[in-house]
């Protein structure tokens, strides 16, 4: 049931690429809309800036379209929850690639299948995660994959050792390095 608020509302658009250098034009290419956020990170979590945005910015009667149920979320949970938040306040949910739109109207059946659509996108990316761990794994074994470049040098290393040894705090220890607080933790362990 269609009400004058949803016919009044915006149109925005949700693009997500996982890396700086792919394409965001593709994914709602043609799509007439009013507002886009555009994230270019991983869809592993839902903690990603122009998401956060768009959910904060959606109204009543707002229409959010996505390009296809992956890059709204990676995983059901997030996707249900997502999807269910937003209908709930009378925001309209499509996903282009599946032609599948949520509403406040929506029925057990369209719940079912955005379970079940879900599902199956998370399974997929579970098997490309799978297959790219085996590549790798035949790869080491041909010897011809020898994984990321470290991070820092042999002599880098020894002397964060040292430093972390003497006390400094490893936090600003990672900021002067310039590497993720994990990676240090990583050369302290080995």
Known sequence: MATKSK??????GYVRVSSLDQNTAR??????????????????DTNRPQLQA???YLREGDKLI???LDRLARNLDDLRKIVYSLTSKGVVVEFVKENLTFTTD???MSRLLLSVMG??????????KERQREGITLAKDRGVY???KPSLS????AEVRQRVADGECKAALAREYRISRETLYQYLRT
């Not at 007439?32 to 869809?43: M, R």
């Not at 599902?119 to 490309?128: D, K, M, V």
């Open 7 to 12: 016919q009044s509302g915006k149109t925005v």
């Open 27 to 44: 994914q709602l290419d043609g799509v007439q809309l009013d507002k886009v956020f555009t994230d270019k990170a991983s869809g592993k």
């Open 54 to 56: 768009a959910l904060d």
């Open 66 to 68: 996505v390009h296809s």
């Open 106 to 108: 929506d029925s057990a």
């Open 119 to 128: 599902a199956f996108s998370e399974f997929e990316r579970s098997l490309i």
């Open 146 to 148: 020898k994984g990321r």
């Open 154 to 157: 042999d002599e880098r290393v």
